[in-house]
């Protein structure tokens, strides 16, 4: 059987490898719930029982459609896509409709464990009063976790009375403790409606702040990172690769890390950065306890994760230019009001921002036209020295005609906006 071409193959391919997948993790929970109820398995049951179906599964439908064994490489991408990028996605939603936070959040309330004294099926006496100990009232149809070492298993109390609670299910175990579920429960559009109804008061204020960080964040960013780049560039500069080094840390280092540790700097009490300022004789300041030095902080450390890529794309744009541009005797910068096509400027700005100056419609079609046209002559500047004629001593290959030097583009700056730029620019240089 011979692949399906174009489009349909593709989404053929890919529907088959995605409900193999949904498929095999399917199964996995089915098996876990249902073993759950006979006893508490591990969570990796879920894995395994998951990879015992896709196997299998993957082999008959490789033979059903042979082509489709090239596509199994695809399969361990498309894993890591469903776990941490499509299913965090679906889980956000999910929670958007429930009242889910940090104190319903779905794991047991570690401060109202409580000791089993006895148990007689799915009846456990405590050694305290039920609704003192699990802090309900009334406690029927609360959610809590029973475990012991190595066992622990969820069920809802069907009834509770003084000291003696009765579970809607049998523990497979002798229970030692339990404690109440922080479960969280469906509210529908409630929080939504909570938000529209202090918009004036959190909405716009959140709006707000979030365009102000994008702003702010790619202006310290770039600036930084553009000034750090420009005096790196400078060969006379002693320990040059050090400082290059020591300043790419931050972008090297992994984030979650990176933020741990400023987190710790900027400590009210005990961070480095407080310290610091006390030695200068200054207050400490409120870093992360206060709303406003809170959104200096916050750009402060992202300017510290995020300066290092700027400055890289600035030594890297600066590098493609040519040695003979900075060591051009004579050259002091294009005249007033008019740019210069040998300027080394162009070079680093075109990757830096590539929409900045976008060429116009006239400059494109008249250098579209002279290099288009084969008998276009290269006018000769007032002073400039007059082209030395070839003799037969001294052959050389032959060369096009060549269009004005006006709209002329430079060697650099063909070999640039080949690299960095489409087409069009091609013609502005």
Known sequence: MRHPPGLKGFLLALGLLLGLLLLSTGAGLLAYFLLQVHFAPPGWTILGVALLVLVPGAVGVGRLFPWLSDWYYFLPALSFLLVF??????????????????????????????????????????????????????????????????????????????????????????????AKVNAFRFVGLRNFAFILSQASQALLP?????????????????????????????????????????????????????????????????????????????????????????????????????????????????????????????WTGPPLGRPSSASPCPSWKSPCCPSSSPPSPSTSTTSTSSTSSPGAARPRREGSPRPRPRTSSSPGPTRRPSAPRGSRPTAWGRRLASSFSPSPWLSAW
């Open 85 to 178: 990028t499509l299913y965090p996605v679906g889980l956000t939603v999910y929670l958007a409709f429930t009242d889910y936070s940090g104190q319903r959040n779905g794991f047991p309330d570690r401060s109202t464990e409580t000791r089993v004294v006895a148990q007689e099926g799915a009846r456990l006496s405590l050694e305290a009063g039920v609704a003192e100990a699990l802090r309900c009232d009334p406690c029927r149809g609360e959610p809590v976790e029973v475990y012991a070492e190595g066992h622990r298993l969820r069920a809802r109390i069907a009834q509770a009375e003084g000291e003696t609670l009765l579970l809607d299910r049998v523990p497979p175990f002798r229970a030692e403790f339990v």
């Open 206 to 330: 959140v709006f707000l702040w979030n365009l102000v960080f994008a702003l702010a964040t790619v202006v310290l960013n770039g600036l930084v990172g553009l000034v750090l780049g420009l005096v790196l560039n400078n060969r006379a500069l002693k320990l040059r690769n050090l400082y290059r080094t020591l300043l790419i840390v931050s972008w090297a280092l992994p984030g979650v890390i990176t933020v741990q540790v400023w987190v710790a700097l900027l400590n009210y009490n005990f961070g480095a950065v407080n310290r610091l300022l006390g030695v200068l004789g200054l207050y400490p300041i409120p870093w992360l306890n206060d709303p406003d030095w809170a959104k200096v902080a916050v750009l402060l450390v992202n300017l510290w994760l995020g300066f290092p890529y700027m400055m890289t794309a600035t030594l890297g744009a600066l590098s493609t230019i040519p040695e003979e541009l900075y060591e051009r005797p004579g």
